[in-house]
C-alpha cells in the first residue's frame, strides 16, 4: 500500500498521542502537526496554523500534497474541517460538521436519544428564564443545567438548590457567561453512579468500541474542586465487564449510528460518549465528537494494531474488514498542571526531569499537553502540561510507575492528582 503523508490537527496530550502511535504506522511516510507543541515536534514537522483555520489548513494541506489529515479537537470539526478537506479532494479522519452537532449541540443530541430511545436523563430545552423556572420546580434535584453550545468544558453547572440552578440558568442565557453558546439552555435531571468514557471508531455503518477508560474531570484529589479538561485517566476499567460493554454496544453506540445515518448525518471518525452507569443501566451524559483528553493517552498505548491502517479503513468505509487487537495490560496517565489551573496561572516555566522520568521503566510515556521549545529549553505553555503515562501487567504496577514518574520532573507550582484510578484500586 502506498505511503501516506498525514497531518494531524491539534496541540495537545492527545495529539501527541496520535502523533506517537501514528509514527508507528506502516501506511506512515511522513507526519506533520498543525500547531503540535514541544513535545510533538520530537516526530512531526509542526505548522504553524491556528486549528480554526479552516481555509488555511486546507490550502496548506493542498499545497503539501498531504494525503490525509487526523482532527485532533472538536472545534475544526463543527467549523467543517472535514468538509472542506473532502471537497478538497483529501482524506479526512473525523465527522462532517452536520454529524459535529453531536457534541456542538447538547440539544440536538439530546433529541436524538430521546426520540431513539438511547437512555439518557430527562430532560428539557429552554429559552426562556420563565419556562426553565417552572421545568426546575417540577424536577425532583439535585439538576444539570447545560449550555447548548460548545464550552470547551465549562458549560454544564450541577447545582443543589432551586436558586441555584434558576441562576445557572439565567447566566448562561444573559450571555455574559459563555456567549451565544448558551442562548438554549437544557435543564436535566441528575444522575447518580459512575462514569465511563468509551472511544469508539466508526465508519458510518460498523462502530467499534476501543477499551473503556475512566476519566478524573474534577481538579483536585478525592474528586474535589471544579471541573478540568481532565486530571488523569486510566485502563482497564474493573466495572466495565464484558456484559456490560456489550449492553453499551446494543443499547447505545449501535442504536447512535443507526439514527445518525437515519438523520442523514452519516458519523465517521471516533464517537466518544461519556457514560453515567447508574442503577437502571449505563446512559449517556453526552456526546464528543472526537478522541478523548486524556483518555487517548492511555487507550493507545494499549493498542497493539496499525493505527494507520484502522484510520485508513475508517475513512474508506471498511471498518468491519480490520482486526483490532488490545494489548492484556494496565495503563495510568497523571496530567502535571500549571499551578493555579483550571483557573488563572503563569506560563514559560522551565521543565526538567524528563530524560530522568523515561528510566522509570519500559512502559513510560511523556506526552506534552502544553509546552513549547525555546532556545533549547522546554517551557510550560498551556494550563495542562504533561501526561505522564505508565503501562504495565496491572493498575497498581502502572500507577506506581507512573508517579515516580511524576515524581522525577519539576517545574515552578506544577500540580497534579495524587489519586488517580483510586476508584479502581480502592481497598
Ligand atoms: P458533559 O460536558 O455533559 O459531559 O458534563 C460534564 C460533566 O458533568 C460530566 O462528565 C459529569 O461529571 C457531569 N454531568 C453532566 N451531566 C450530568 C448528569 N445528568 N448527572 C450527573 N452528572 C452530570
Ligand atoms: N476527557 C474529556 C474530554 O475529552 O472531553
Redesign the pocket.
Known amino acids: 500500500m502506498k505511503k501516506m503523508k498525514v497531518l494531524i490537527v491539534g496541540a495537545g496530550g492527545r495529539e501527541h498521542a496520535l502523533a506517537w502511535k501514528l509514527s508507528q504506522s506502516k501506511l506512515v511516510e511522513k507526519l506533520y502537526c498543525a500547531p503540535g507543541n514541544g513535545g510533538i515536534a520530537e516526530l512531526a514537522e509542526c505548522v504553524a496554523l491556528r486549528v480554526d483555520d479552516i481555509e488555511g489548513i486546507v490550502a496548506w494541506a493542498k499545497k503539501e500534497g498531504i494525503d490525509l489529515v487526523v482532527i485532533g479537537p472538536e472545534l475544526p470539526l463543527t467549523l467543517g474541517l472535514a468538509d472542506e478537506l473532502e471537497k478538497a479532494g483529501i482524506k479526512a479522519f473525523g465527522p462532517r460538521a452536520k454529524a459535529a452537532e453531536i457534541e456542538g449541540s447538547?440539544v440536538f443530541a439530546k433529541g436524538l436519544l430521546k426520540k431513539y430511545g438511547i437512555p439518557t436523563?430527562r430532560y428539557g430545552v429552554f429559552e426562556e428564564a420563565v419556562k426553565a423556572r417552572e421545568f426546575i420546580r417540577e424536577l425532583p434535584g439535585p439538576w444539570?443545567v447545560?449550555a447548548d453550545g460548545l464550552a470547551a468544558?465549562k458549560?454544564?453547572f450541577?447545582c443543589t438548590t432551586h436558586q441555584e440552578a434558576e441562576e445557572a440558568v439565567g447566566d448562561l442565557m444573559s450571555g455574559d457567561v459563555l456567549g451565544a453558546a448558551g442562548k438554549k439552555v437544557v435543564v436535566?435531571?441528575?444522575?447518580?453512579g459512575e462514569?465511563l468514557s468509551i472511544l469508539a471508531f466508526c465508519d458510518g455503518k460498523t462502530i467499534v468500541p476501543m477499551v473503556p477508560s475512566q476519566?478524573h474531570?474534577r481538579a483536585y484529589d478525592g474528586d474535589e474542586g471544579p471541573?478540568t479538561g481532565g486530571m488523569g485517566a486510566y485502563t482497564p476499567v474493573p466495572v466495565a465487564s464484558p456484559e456490560l460493554m456489550k449492553e453499551i454496544e446494543e443499547k447505545i453506540l449501535k442504536p447512535v449510528i443507526t439514527a445518525m445515518e437515519k438523520e442523514g448525518r452519516t458519523y465517521q471518525g471516533v464517537l466518544y460518549p461519556?457514560l453515567?452507569l447508574t442503577k437502571e443501566g449505563p446512559k449517556v451524559?453526552?456526546f464528543n465528537c472526537r478522541f478523548g483528553d486524556p483518555e487517548t493517552q492511555v487507550v493507545l498505548p494499549r493498542l497493539e494494531s496499525d493505527l494507520g491502517e484502522i484510520i485508513l479503513a475508517v475513512v474508506e468505509g471498511r471498518l468491519g474488514d480490520v482486526e483490532i487487537k488490545w494489548k492484556n495490560e494496565a495503563c495510568i496517565t497523571v496530567i502535571m498542571a500549571s499551578g493555579g489551573y483550571p483557573g488563572s496561572y503563569e506560563k514559560g516555566y522551565a521543565i526538567e526531569g524528563l530524560a530522568e522520568a523515561a528510566t522509570e521503566g519500559n512502559g513510560v510515556l511523556v506526552f506534552h499537553s502544553g509546552t513549547k521549545r525555546c532556545e533549547g529549553k522546554l517551557l510550560t505553555d498551556g494550563g495542562r502540561v504533561l501526561a505522564v503515562t505508565a503501562c504495565a501487567g496491572d493498575l497498581p504496577e502502572a500507577r506506581e510507575y507512573a508517579y515516580r514518574a511524576v515524581e522525577r520532573i519539576t517545574f515552578k507550582d506544577r500540580q497534579y492528582r495524587k489519586d488517580i484510578a483510586y476508584r479502581a484500586l480502592k481497598p
Open positions: 447538547k436523563a444539570v447545560k468544558g458549560g454544564v450541577i436535566e435531571e441528575y444522575l447518580e462514569e476519566d474531570k471541573n461519556g453515567m451524559l453526552e
